[in-house]
Nanobody, 119 residues
Framework: QVQLVESGGGLVQAGGSLRLSCAAS????????MGWFRQAPGKEREFGAG????????YYADSVKGRFTISRDNAKNTVYLQMNSLKAEDTAVYSC????????????WGQGTQVTVSS
């Protein structure tokens, strides 16, 4: 079992930055592929970014590539999403996920954190 809690969402102007954090509790965090997914109003949830268990490999959706950076600290059981050059279309609920196979989610989800980008 893994419990995931996101933080760091909020309201930011277009062009600004935010860093999301996802703190995990439970065993074997370092063995899980971790991912960030997002769901905008009226749209399907979509893959944003993923990272291998070691952090050595990262994966991004085309829509965020070059602007977002995923990282993890296994000693702190935490995964991060640094979001730069934010656009209005990045507005969504961002959710952390564990145990998936990129770009598909695994079984474990956080509750989500709202990111709103004003234009």
């Amino acid at each position: 079992q893994v419990q995931l809690v996101e933080s760091g969402g909020g309201l930011v102007q277009a062009g600004g930055s935010l860093r999301l954090s996802c703190a995990a509790s439970g065993r074997s965090f370092s063995s899980y592929v971790m991912g960030w997914f997002r769901q905008a109003p009226g749209k399907e949830r979509e893959f944003g970014a993923g990272i291998s268990w070691s952090g050595g490999s990262t994966y991004y959706a085309d829509s965020v590539k070059g602007r977002f950076t995923i990282s993890r600290d296994n000693a702190k059981n935490t995964v991060y999403l640094q979001m730069n050059s934010l656009k209005a279309e990045d507005t969504a609920v961002y959710s952390c996920n564990a145990g998936g196979i990129v770009p598909y989610p695994g079984h474990y989800w956080g509750q989500g954190t709202q990111v709103t980008v004003s234009s």
